[in-house]
């Protein structure tokens, strides 16, 4: 069992290393490569070219009518945003502003979020507007046929305010000179929900057919990290149809909707739930009324050189007759996926299965009581490192039972030892009947060979569950823990390759041994030598190398995986020791390693003999 685990995590980092890490790589440079030759221009691509009079919401990729590009290529994000007049977004969590040429949320920043653990890092930028090098917004409008010029992405709108704060909206309007009028009312909350409610007033002779649409677009594939246990990319909740999870490379591969230059997937008459892009820590996702079919879609399109991928939403139908007014409601969530941030809209604003934004996995039901567990504790200490180390204990205080059987009967196996050598002995010509004689052994001694895999059987889910835990939550982002451990998330920042620090130069990533994976290492080491040597040699070559094994494979993991593993160890000696105590069996632990030393100094002595 320790073998195979070993195995897993080898494939694991060196999946990681020899492949992932390099096809990123090649990936990031292939798109700086067509960001530099591409000109940024600006379609809007919408979720669906605009349906016949009376006929279903067909999704049919296409651009709004008069749409047009920024023009000028890339520049700085600064000036991008200065090419449109915009009213400013001032909330306790975001920054940034709303584009009044177009009425796009295309500028927002995550006030309590910066790209390194120093709080002077440069906050998080989320949306970007077009123009810039990764352009990334939030679109809301209708489409139509015989209805007018219609609001598109060179439309300027008119602001009753020039500041969007909680409890404070906006309403933004917009005449399209054919007898329709338009308004746009955007509130914000203190966290990340934008509540966008649109409406068109009639004051023409004829009905109008109108479908209200949402969307969110992000332009060039992003950096992502490509990592099997976390998924980034195309994300949404569609109705009866569940969780639908499509990574950029897997959008490409679907079939083409509409033309040829667009491919994508689409979901028809859904109700409730939710369409976005999703990244390791944060997210885009436009939600629709949930009360109200409508039908989502992801697609991919190209622009030039530029893959534009988007998430959908095209609501059905409305007729505006003369003199009438139809609305429509729809929201965008654009922030960090905050556990109990993203929880309290689903239960709030009755969200179908907006937890599901978190990847959680398949074992989500060990990952989510795991961060509870760990939450619960850090409101209680204010450090997640130290819930990690009362997590560890209860869950030690929680398998007790099972644990000191093992334990236990480890401790008659020790005690039968003699017995078991001189069985070898006797039948060391005939394995059956030495099998056999052991069988009968264990029998007469009331002793389970096997109990002693439960301790690692039961400490693998809860190791996947933590792994998972700090890989994908937030919270766990730059948690520090104590001393030099200021990102448990992370591995440990020190490297023996320049004595922890004290050398002038980096240590190279690719052989990262920091102090908490050596303490981890030693408490392992001194683990397998709580008991006495297997018989076969083999066998004890492999519980010799296998802590040194662990140490390096663990060096890149988060810190507080490695905290958890070096605790955990700790306990499990202190418990292993007690048990054999009161089961007056001796503890091998110092005869092992002073086995160790006298081993060496005789094959010192026989080499200078011969």
């Not at 073998?3 to 390099?22: E, M």
């Not at 835990?469 to 448990?488: K, S, Y």
């Not at 620090?501 to 102090?515: C, K, Q, R, S």
């Not at 050596?518 to 392992?524: A, H, L, N």
């Amino acid at each position: 069992m320790i073998v195979a685990i070993a195995l897993s995590l080898a494939v694991l980092l060196g999946w990681n290393y020899f492949i992932a890490a390099p096809r990123v790589e090649q990936q990031r440079q292939a798109a700086l490569q067509n960001k530099a030759a591409t000109q940024a221009t600006s379609p809007d691509g919408v979720p669906s070219a605009a349906p016949k009079e009376g006929g279903p919401a067909t999704p049919v990729p296409g651009t709004l009518p008069g749409a047009s590009g920024a023009g000028g290529g890339i520049v700085p994000r600064e000036a991008a945003i200065a090419r449109s007049p915009r009213v400013t977004i001032d909330t306790p969590a975001l920054a940034g502003s709303i584009a009044l040429k177009g009425g796009r949320i295309d500028d927002v920043l995550l006030k309590n979020y910066h790209e390194t653990v120093d709080d002077k890092s440069p906050r998080i930028v989320l949306l970007s507007p077009t123009g810039t090098e990764n352009p990334y917004y939030a679109e809301f409008g209708w489409v139509g046929q015989n209805a007018g010029p219609l609001p598109n992405g060179d439309t300027v709108w008119a602001a009753d305010t020039q500041t969007l704060a909680p409890g404070k909206p906006v309403t933004l309007t917009y005449d399209n000179g054919a007898g329709l009028l338009f308004k746009r009312v955007i509130a914000v909350d203190d966290k990340f929900l934008f509540t966008v409610r649109d409406e068109v007033e009639n004051k023409g002779s004829n009905a109008v057919s109108l479908y209200p649409y949402s969307l969110v677009s992000r332009w060039g594939k992003p950096h992502t990290q490509g990592y099997y246990v976390l998924h980034e990319g195309m994300i949404g909740v569609l109705g009866a149809d569940g969780l639908q999870e499509y990574t950029y490379d897997h959008l490409a591969k679907e079939p083409a909707l509409g033309n040829a230059l667009t491919k994508g997937k689409t979901w028809t008459g859904v109700t409730g739930g939710f369409v976005g892009i999703t990244d390791k820590y944060w997210a885009a996702a436009a939600i629709p009324d949930q009360s109200t079919p409508y039908t989502g879609s992801f697609t991919e399109r190209t622009d030039g050189a530029t893959k534009v991928y988007q998430a959908n939403v095209l609501g059905n139908v409305q007729v505006v007759q003369p003199g009438a007014t139809v609305a429509a409601t729809q929201q965008l969530f654009a922030g960090a996926k905050e556990v109990n941030t993203v929880n309290a809209y689903q239960a709030n604003q009755n969200i179908k299965q907006f937890d599901l934004l978190i990847d959680w996995g398949w074992f989500h039901f060990i990952t989510k009581p795991m961060f509870r567990a760990l939450d619960f504790f850090f409101h209680l200490f204010g450090n997640f490192g130290v819930a990690i180390l009362i997590v560890t204990l209860c869950l030690k205080l929680l398998f007790l039972p099972i644990a000191n059987k093992s334990y236990q009967s480890m401790a008659k196996m020790k005690a039968v030892q003699p017995e078991m050598t001189s069985i070898r002995e006797r039948y060391k010509d005939d394995k059956m009947k030495q099998q056999q004689a052991m069988m009968e052994l264990y029998k007469k001694e009331k002793i389970n060979p096997v109990a002693g895999c439960w301790p690692v059987l039961i400490q693998i889910p809860v190791f996947f569950a933590l792994y998972k835990v700090l890989f994908i939550t937030i919270e766990m982002r730059h948690a520090p823990f104590f001393g030099w451990i200021q990102d448990l998330a992370a591995p440990d920042p020190t490297s023996f390759l320049n004595l922890f620090g004290l050398l002038p130069y980096a240590a190279p990533d690719f052989v990262h041994l920091g102090i908490w994976p050596i303490i981890m290492g030693i408490t392992m080491f001194i683990q397998m030598k709580m008991n006495p040597a297997p018989p076969d040699p083999v066998q004890a070559q492999i519980f010799t190398f296998m802590p040194i094994v662990f140490t390096f494979m663990l060096g890149s993991f988060p810190a507080g995986l490695v905290i958890y593993w070096a605790w955990n160890n700790t306990l499990s000696v202190i418990q292993q020791y007690v048990i054999m105590r009161r089961n007056g069996v001796k503890v091998e632990l110092w005869d092992n390693l002073s086995g160790m030393f006298r081993r060496k100094s005789a094959d010192k002595n026989a080499v200078a003999k011969s």
